[in-house]
């Protein structure tokens, strides 16, 4: 053992960032020392030395086909099979010539003599031959080293076949076996100790539990955690919270020659939390505070000791996991996986990153980056219009509840800003296990399974977490294109964008959600009817589909469905769009209300899109405290009808014809 006096100062007892804080992990690692394991022990491992073969693939020219190896220059014709090349030593000791032929299999050796195969389909066996010998008709013309594979064409004497550094998987070991190697010099995976402090655990095994009694659950996910890794596991078992309790288990440790040490609890600022103090004892400790959640209580240091085998030192990384069952799992993930990577030689010791979508909205800490607990899936339409991943959370994310870690197979990077991050939003992911195992999502699909992504602007206000505007706003892009992932979603953005630009002018409304869908009716009208019956959307925007060609079908769709209709809506986006082209009078679409939602149809085209928006925005807000049966809001120059002048019908009709000024009276309905 060798004590490091120094061992407390270099700790620093300020959080530190996660990236940093692995950074300093990865600077303390070293690679484990090669070591020979036979092929069948090396499938994971990353190879230590270069291979290469001993002799050439194919060792011999090899038919391609099933055929006949010929000679090229006879031609079509009658020939007499004189051999068989089917594999081993058939065919040894024949030459093809002139005139004669051999048969042979695919990968069969070519015989002496012959420059080219032709396959069975171009050939008639000949019936009737006055000769036991079988013959053969070619009936094609072929040319020399056709359908033959040539000495050394798949892998060269001497190529190196594989490089030190290579991660082998099953193809690498079909490789190895290939080439002969039977052993192979690789870097091993560490052997890693765990141990559980606090007088609080029991054994898992424990049927029934006392006051102050919980099962110990971060020994067995650790242990498992590091079998996953392939690596050797060494179980310390318990130790109370007692100083020379835990100091006897982790000298245990020390001496037993183990690459790694993990302990889980007594790292807080607890009066019985003797793990840091312990590991300061035993060499330098690197942090013990990480600004990040879950996990701030991590403490990492690096211990020089001799082994009870041999008398050399030894470098051990010491990880004081925090207790909670999650932040345990999350630091070991982040900073225990990489570690383990490196020792085994991994170039690229790092976790997979990845971009998703969230799939709802989430409030971020206002002074640590969280890495939250999420379900990532990989889905046709991520809300974009185009193939990607989007992220569902597991739930509540208090560090304490394991559940929040059932079924995630990613940690999502939030930043420290204490906001909500709109659903919809693209943001950093850690993939920690298979991407393609995941449970399916209960939420209730729509009819064949169109993706609808929840999207909350940046306008609405938080309360408990979620956010809440006056009006809820709908967009379905309508695209056969984008639907089956042809080409991307460029009108959904942009209607989204439109309406939270103009979320004030609009009363308040927000995107609360978007789809797409082909050009059919069916799917078409049942999205529309689930927003307005079910979701009850204020405003429903389809994009796309207006047009004259057979596949659009939007207005129909929409106008089986609507009870009301809207035509003056439909008239200002006419007078809007005829400004930019004449070919706006082509549009065929329709708006109208069905219960409490006003549905309305517009073009396919992004920049059209906006500029009906702009059209209506003066009108849309009046008719949407409309249809919630609010008749207050007037046009600014109106004046209620109990105050106004009285002024009779002939009058009125007197002063307008003679020229006589006249404010415009109100339109609006009463």
């Known amino acids: 053992m060798a004590e490091n006096d120094g061992g407390a100062a270099a700790a620093k007892p300020a959080m530190i960032p996660p990236e940093e804080a692995l950074r300093m992990v990865l600077g303390a690692a070293r690679r484990l020392p090669p070591v020979a394991v036979p092929l069948h022990d090396a499938l994971g491992k990353v190879l230590a030395e270069d291979v290469r073969a001993p002799d050439p693939l194919p060792p011999y020219p090899a038919s391609v086909k099933d055929g006949y190896a010929v000679v090229a220059s006879d031609g079509p014709g009658e020939y007499p099979v004189i051999t068989e090349s089917r594999a081993g030593n058939d065919g040894v000791g024949v030459t093809v010539t002139p005139g004669t032929v051999a048969y042979v299999t695919t990968g069969g050796p070519i015989p002496d003599g012959a420059d080219a195969v032709v396959q069975v389909e171009d050939t008639e066996l000949v019936k009737g031959?006055?000769?036991?010998?079988?013959?053969?008709?070619?009936?094609?013309?072929?040319?020399?080293?056709?359908?033959?594979?040539?000495v050394g064409c798949d892998i060269e004497r001497d190529y190196i076949v594989l490089t030190a550094g290579e991660r082998i998987g099953p193809s690498e070991v079909g490789l190895l076996a290939t080439v002969g190697v039977t052993n192979v010099k690789v870097y091993p995976y560490p052997t890693v100790a765990v141990l559980s402090t606090g007088d609080e655990l029991v054994d898992s095994r424990t049927k029934c539990l006392n006051r102050g009694q919980i099962r110990d659950s971060n020994r067995a996910m650790l242990v498992a955690a590091a079998v996953q890794?392939?690596?050797?596991?060494?179980?310390?078992?318990?130790?109370?919270?007692?100083?020379?309790?835990?100091?006897?288990?982790?000298?245990?440790?020390?001496?037993?020659?183990?690459?790694?040490?993990?302990?889980?609890?007594?790292?807080?600022?607890?009066?019985?939390?003797?793990?840091?103090?312990?590991?300061?004892?035993?060499?330098?400790?690197?942090?013990?505070?990480?600004?990040?959640?879950?996990?701030?209580?991590?403490t990492f240091a690096e211990i020089t000791a001799n082994t009870a085998e041999s008398r050399m030192s030894k470098r051990i990384l010491a990880f004081g996991l925090p207790g909670n069952p999650v932040s345990c799992v999350v630091c070991f993930n982040l900073f225990v996986v990489p570690a383990i990577r490196y020792l085994a030689g991994w170039a690229n010791p790092d976790l997979l990153r990845i971009q998703v979508r969230l799939k709802q909205s989430i409030k971020t800490d206002p002074v640590r980056i969280e890495y939250h607990r999420a379900v990532i899936r990989w889905l046709?339409?991520?809300?974009?219009?185009?193939?990607?991943?989007?992220?569902?959370?597991?739930?509540?994310?208090?560090?304490?509840?394991?559940?929040?870690?059932?079924?995630?197979?990613?940690?999502?990077?939030?930043?420290?800003?204490?906001?909500?991050?709109?659903?919809?939003?693209?943001?950093?992911?850690?993939?920690?296990?298979?991407?393609?195992?995941?449970?399916?999502?209960?939420?209730?699909?729509?009819?064949?399974?169109?993706?609808?992504?929840?999207?909350?602007?940046s306008h609405a206000t938080v309360a408990d977490g979620h956010l809440e505007a006056t009006y809820r706003?709908?967009?379905?892009?309508?695209?056969?294109?984008?639907?089956?992932?042809?080409?991307?979603?460029?009108?959904?953005?942009?209607?989204?964008?439109?309406?939270?630009?103009?979320?004030?002018?609009?009363?308040?409304?927000?995107?609360?959600?978007?789809?797409?869908?082909?050009?059919?009716v069916a799917?078409?009208?049942?999205?529309?009817?689930?927003?307005?019956?079910?979701?009850?959307?204020?405003?429903?925007?389809?994009?796309?589909?207006?047009?004259f060609t057979p596949r659009d079908v939007t207005p129909e769709a929409t106008k089986e469905l609507i009870e009301k209709e809207t035509p003056g809506l439909l008239y200002v986006m006419m007078q809007e769009s005829l400004k930019v082209t004449p070919f706006a009078v082509l549009s065929r679409a329709a708006a109208g209300i069905r219960g409490s939602s006003l549905i309305i149809n517009m073009p396919g085209?992004?920049?059209?899109?906006?500029?009906?928006?702009?059209?209506?925005?003066?009108?849309?807000?009046?008719?949407?405290?409309?249809?919630?049966?609010?008749?207050?809001?007037?046009?600014?120059?109106?004046?209620?009808?109990?105050?106004?002048?009285?002024?009779?019908?002939?009058?009125?009709?007197?002063?307008?014809?003679?020229?006589?000024?006249?404010?415009?009276?109100?339109?609006?309905?009463?």
């Not at 609890?265 to 879950?294: A, H, N, R, T």
């Not at 995630?408 to 709109?422: D, E, H, Q, R």
């Open 523 to 547: 799917k078409i009208k049942d999205i529309l009817q689930r927003w307005a019956d079910i979701d009850k959307m204020d405003l429903i925007l389809t994009l796309g589909g207006t047009g």
């Open 380 to 457: 046709a339409n991520d809300g974009s219009g185009s193939p990607g991943f989007v992220a569902e959370s597991t739930g509540h994310q208090v560090s304490s509840r394991l559940l929040s870690m059932k079924s995630a197979n990613a940690f999502l990077v939030l930043p420290a800003t204490g906001s909500v991050i709109p659903a919809g939003t693209s943001v950093p992911a850690i993939a920690v296990s298979d991407l393609s195992v995941c449970t399916p999502s209960k939420s209730p699909l729509l009819p064949d399974s169109v993706p609808v992504v929840q999207v909350t602007s």
């Open 229 to 298: 890794q392939q690596c050797k596991v060494l179980d310390l078992g318990i130790a109370r919270d007692d100083k020379e309790e835990i100091e006897r288990s982790i000298q245990s440790a020390l001496s037993s020659g183990v690459d790694i040490l993990l302990t889980s609890g007594g790292v807080s600022m607890g009066d019985k939390d003797f793990v840091k103090p312990l590991l300061e004892k035993q060499g330098k400790v690197y942090f013990s505070k990480v600004c990040m959640k879950p996990g701030k209580p991590l």
């Open 473 to 520: 706003v709908a967009i379905l892009t309508v695209s056969d294109t984008v639907a089956s992932g042809a080409g991307p979603d460029r009108s959904g953005p942009r209607a989204v964008t439109v309406v939270d630009s103009s979320s004030e002018r609009l009363g308040g409304a927000r995107v609360a959600a978007t789809a797409v869908v082909p050009d059919e």
């Open 605 to 670: 085209n992004p920049n059209a899109v906006a500029e009906c928006m702009e059209a209506l925005l003066p009108a849309l807000k009046h008719a949407l405290k409309q249809i919630k049966g609010d008749k207050r809001e007037k046009h600014p120059r109106h004046v209620p009808h109990a105050q106004a002048v009285p002024v009779d019908t002939w009058e009125r009709s007197y002063k307008s014809a003679s020229g006589s000024e006249m404010e415009r009276g109100c339109s609006c309905s009463h």
């Open 129 to 150: 031959s006055l000769t036991d010998q079988k013959r053969v008709k070619v009936l094609v013309q072929t040319s020399k080293g056709v359908d033959i594979r040539p």
